[in-house]
């Protein structure tokens, strides 16, 4: 089988699941950093969302670096499809989330001026971790897309 880029116990396997964790981190660490944002349901569905990314992502890139310093193979049939429903799960919520935190700013900066009136709701900053997780999503749908190949490669 040709030899994917993202596999389990690569390089660039561990570098996306150094990106998923760095970018959900972030996501997190700004939202935290807005003052009122656990009035919103949808941005606490987003810091649960990234939490559960960051524990996904930073559990297989510890898998990752074992294997590369132990230089075994992860590509086993049932620990792929570990990955496979792992990843589409994570990927799933972490899109859902990102998306209904984006609708949320996008109303209240464009449609109804919230974030310029009294209600001082700090919008750039809820931006701004929104972006993070539809970058963090990116690279998810990246790292489940390769999954999946492998997956039907190794039936």
Not at 105 to 134: E, G, H, M, N, R
């Amino acid at each position: 089988m040709k030899e994917l880029i993202g596999r389990p116990g690569s390089v660039t396997g561990l570098l996306l699941r150094i990106g998923q964790f760095g970018f959900a981190s972030a996501a997190i660490g700004v939202m935290l950093s807005a003052d009122r944002f656990a009035t919103f349901t949808a941005f606490c569905y987003l810091i649960a969302s990234m939490g559960l990314q960051v524990l996904w992502s930073f559990g297989l890139a510890c898998l990752d670096i074992y294997a590369l310093r132990r230089k075994r193979d992860l590509q086993n049939p049932i620990l792929v499809s570990l990955f496979v429903v792992g990843d589409w799960v994570t990927a799933t919520l972490s899109l859902a989330a990102a998306s209904a935190s984006a609708g949320i700013v996008i109303l209240y900066s464009k449609d109804t001026d919230f974030c310029t009136s009294k209600w001082d709701i700090p919008c750039q900053k809820i931006q701004i971790s929104v972006a993070f997780a539809f970058l963090t999503w990116a690279f998810i749908a990246i790292s489940s897309h390769v999954m999946f190949w492998i997956l039907l490669a190794s039936v």
